[in-house]
């Protein structure tokens, strides 16, 4: 049997609370990489996927620490060394591909500069040389003018140029391991295929072993050999792609599956109301210096849509195709220059300020980022009562009440009242969140993506909360989202965006079939597929790609 | 055990307050206290010239030595701490809460009221202050009152802009647009959502200012437009030893022992305000 690169055996790192406890982050973990292998971490977050990723760098978070353990790379024995030789490790032994690209280049530097930093630091060759070879990589990474996109500012380049122009950044230490750190969550769909495919030939090239640290299954099975499925700090399931994918033992990996696989939509008996609960016309709304009656610049482009009492229509499009600022515009937030909007037959203001309380109770709007949308200054409880008291006039033990019935019917306990936003997992905050939106009682709830920062299976209950709801309040709800599936699950309808104007719409069930302009098609054909060869197999017309992106 | 069950400890309340915090707090109360009751405790009617000798040492009679004019400087120490915690802590809660509402104010109405308010505030800012101050006083005389209201003044334009930039930031959360989209009113938006979230550095910020308004007093007084004689605040009595300086005097080491604690103190108890122990699994 080969000896493996990797070898981690029964890794525990804990941290220390603020109240001196002791907390177990990992516990006990035990896993092999062979050379040239891609392993993928796969588990909710809190699972302790990245914290195990940073460990086989040596390297922990502030506060935590390896309590026990072996991790072996090659012949070093990364636990018993000192800081000093994990420093001379990392960037030629192990390299590292962070989630955010962006955040991650000095903004102040030119891209060369920083790609051949890791030359200079660990003084493996010529400054000449280290160039001609961060050429040679953007290049294998199909980076668009590999010989001079090393002359520009980070901000020069778009999101998918700078995750793989970090990938280049990683490699040039010809290091024997690479951990990917979900470099692909925050990209668009079809920006996401254009990176998978770069890493996974420069992989195969380089013969290199990887790590790849992702919570989506769909896209780690395009790239990994292997899959580990963490929880709680604990392996759950560890096989291979195939074997996770088509037969998982384990049943936490069938939920995380099952989650994957959206419910199809029931929709709800047609009800015979005489009037739409949202009727748009031609909206246009902009940002900007505002001439002639107009914003210099302009976002929304004559945007009609019509939402039925009791249905739920999705919006979908990449970044800046304008649909958050339809949920604005619709909102009274960024008031729209032109066009006309009606709620249940009325017509709306276009800023909230000329709005009645009773319109703007109506129409509630949640927000994508639960962590900004909850004031971190205030508990639970104050948040909750805040729309009480405002919009219903309730006070004292009426009020208190109703908090908890509010709490109740997102499916939070009630002690959960007394915490501050800080205190709550992803998923209770953005339950709370919706629960202020229901505090008010409105009849149409605009939802900004609010199951994008989620992890697949709490975002499958959080839309199976939205339909109970919307079955016992009877809600409608304008669903802004990227991703495809989560619109499938939920909506009846579906409006594809595109630069501020809406290309297409379609019924939701019948999305794949029915999408007939360029676009949606191109949209619909890049969501990854549970399927090892999607990847692979996917053909793109490249002009359709160069229209309709811009990278 | 039932007796020490009764007395609420910070701990016990679920605070967490560490030791430097409650150094800084105790040495606070302590001149407040000594501020307070000051009157009854002087050995020595702070104008008297009690001691035969100037700049005296260190003795039974007199604790912290005597002055050029042979007063006892724990006298006027003791006095002293009347005007300077007194007219400082005045002035930089009037500066800071000033500076505090006008900022919020401009950062969420933004636009042409910011920009104006701004340049004013900038434009004020501008002018010296301890020329300011001299003007003032020399037009309107000398007061405590005049004297609290001057160095406000002169502390308001910065305290704004720190506040405002902060406001600024915390304006553009999700929460702040939530509240605007419920139809909240102005002040709802400052007070509620946006003040508590700007709390901590604005703290720390008058904690600062304070040091900065004790040293100015001081150097109004050494003008002769601050605190009139026979009183003086603590400043002027570092200023009018200063000769003894050279005789090894303890009438300039006192005066500034006191300024030093207080000025410190307050930054320790600002930087360590005690702090909800908080903890996820509980």
Known sequence: MTQSLVSVRDLKIGAKTDSGREVAIINGVSFDIAPGEIVALIGESGSGKTTIALSLMGHTRTGCAIHDGHIRIGTHDVTAMTERQRAGLRGTEVSYVPQSAAAAFNPSKRIMDQVVEITAIHDLMPRSKAEEKARGLFRALALPDPDTIGDRYPHQVSGGQLQRLSAAMALIGDPQLVIFDEPTTALDVTTQIEVLRAFRSVMDKGGMAGVYVSHDLAVVAQIADRIIVLRGGVVQEEGTTEQILTAPAHPYTRELLDAFEPVPHVPAPQVQAARPILQVDNLCAGYGVIRNGEPTAKVLQNVSLRLERGRNLGVIGESGSGKSTLARAIAGILPAYRGKMMLDGKELKPDLRHRTKDELRRTQIVFQLADTALNPAQSIETILARPLTFYHGMRGAERAGRVVELLDMVHLPAALRHRLPQELSGGQKQRVNLARALAAGPELILCDEITSALDTVVAAAILDLLKELQRELGLSYLFISHDLSTVEAICDEVLVMLKGRVVEALPAARMSADATHPYSRLLISSIPKLDTGWLKGLEQDPDLLAQFTNR | ?282
């Not at chain 2, 305290?159 to 605007?180: E, G, H, I, P, Q």
């Not at chain 2, 570092?238 to 050279?246: A, D, M």
């Open chain 2, 1 to 282: 055990m039932s007796m020490s069950r009764r007395i609420p400890t910070p701990a016990r309340l679920g605070y967490s307050f560490n030791w430097v915090g409650r150094v800084g707090l105790a040495i606070i109360l302590f001149w407040a206290v000594i501020a307070i009751i000051g009157p009854g405790i002087t050995p020595y009617p702070p104008g008297e010239m009690a001691d035969w000798d100037y700049f005296g040492p260190i003795s039974e009679k007199f604790w912290m030595g005597s002055d050029y004019l042979g007063r006892d400087i724990l006298s006027r120490v003791i006095m002293g701490a009347r005007y300077t915690v007194g007219i400082a802590l005045a002035a930089v809660a009037l500066a800071c809460t000033g500076g505090v509402i006008l900022g919020m104010i401009a950062a969420v109405i933004g636009g042409w009221f910011d920009t104006i308010l701004s340049r004013l505030l900038d434009a004020f800012n501008g002018i010296p202050h301890l020329l300011f101050g001299l003007v003032v006083v020399a037009a309107v005389g000398s007061s405590i009152p005049v004297l609290i209201l001057t160095l406000a003044a002169m502390y308001l334009p910065g305290s704004y802009r720190f506040a405002r930039a902060l406001a600024v930031n915390v304006n553009t959360m999700d929460f702040v647009t939530v509240a605007r989209a419920r139809g909240e009113r102005f002040g709802h938006i400052i007070l509620r959502e946006i003040f508590p979230n700007i709390l901590g550095p604005v703290l720390a910020d008058l904690g600062l200012r304070f040091v900065f308004i004790v040293l100015v007093l001081s150097g109004l007084s050494f003008l002769g437009l601050g605190v009139q004689p026979p009183n003086a605040d603590w400043g002027a009595l570092v200023r009018e030893n200063i000769e003894g300086l050279s005789l090894g005097a303890p009438a300039v080491i006192f005066p500034s022992i006191a300024i030093a604690s207080l000025t410190i103190s307050v930054n320790m108890f600002i930087d360590n305000l005690p702090t909800r122990i908080r903890d996820r699994t509980e």
